[in-house]
């Protein structure tokens, strides 16, 4: 079964400083990964998604995030904090089982962005 | 505008009630979900169906029931709520028959107390 892990539950960073938001996967095969983000009160919106096609994946608000195979990793990142930035973040693989694909969350991280 | 809703966004009942959240999405997908999500955790698939009639249970075994008698409308019911039941629930949709990195796109949530 396919597994995702986010290493970091609570990340704190200065407005204007990188972002790294990391995850690791499980996976017995190619998988489908996908970085959302959740505001206070809101649903989740997707960021970006990795899908076979190039491994640097550009998202929405200027996240991007790099598919790493030999490191079973998929770690969000942005240049430059924005105070808005400040959410819930949840890395997501997508899994087949029993003839349909599901979503496999991880426990989230949450960011702070300080003034 | 193609969207999915969901009322109500809060709710507080007291033990024993019977309650119906209610999910509707505009944008002609045949997939639905419900999942739940308590603080600081990863979400977990309660229900989901693949179109009208059809209903799963999901990963998650849940004291709830789900109908899908228009494609458009997918509630989820309780029979007697329970201070266990406590909770967010967020419901989500996404296209039938598409690949692995189809997105799922989520409403805004109910939070639910059960006093």
């Known amino acids: 079964a396919q597994s995702v892990t986010q290493l970091d539950s609570h990340v704190s960073v200065s407005e204007g400083t990188p972002v790294l938001l990391r995850c690791n996967y499980s996976?017995?095969?190619?998988?489908?990964l996908f970085w959302y983000v959740q505001h206070p009160n809101k649903g989740l919106q997707l960021l970006l998604k990795y899908t076979s096609a190039a491994t640097l994946v550009k998202g929405i608000n200027g996240f991007e995030a790099e598919f790493k195979k030999s490191e079973t990793s998929f770690h969000l990142t942005k240049p430059s904090a924005h105070m808005s930035d400040a959410a819930e973040y949840f890395c997501v693989v997508s899994d087949r089982t029993s003839g349909t694909y599901k979503y496999i969350f991880g426990t989230g991280t949450r960011l702070k962005v300080l003034a | 505008e193609a969207d999915i809703y969901q009322t109500p966004r809060y709710l507080v009942i007291g033990t024993g009630k019977k309650i119906t959240l209610e999910c509707s999405q505009t944008m002609g997908h045949d997939k639905m979900y419900w999942y739940q999500q308590d603080p600081g955790m990863e979400l977990h698939l309660i229900h989901y169906s693949y179109g009208v009639n059809s209903t799963e249970k999901g990963d998650l075994s849940s004291e709830s029931t789900v109908s899908r008698i228009r494609t458009e409308h997918f509630p989820l019911t309780l029979e007697s709520a329970r201070p266990s039941h406590t909770s967010q629930y967020l419901c989500?949709?996404?296209?039938?028959?598409?690949?692995?990195?189809?997105?799922?796109?989520f409403g805004p949530g109910t939070r639910l107390t059960v006093l």
């Open positions: 996976s017995s095969y190619s998988p489908s």
């Open positions: 989500a949709s996404s296209e039938f028959n598409g690949p692995p990195h189809n997105e799922q796109f």
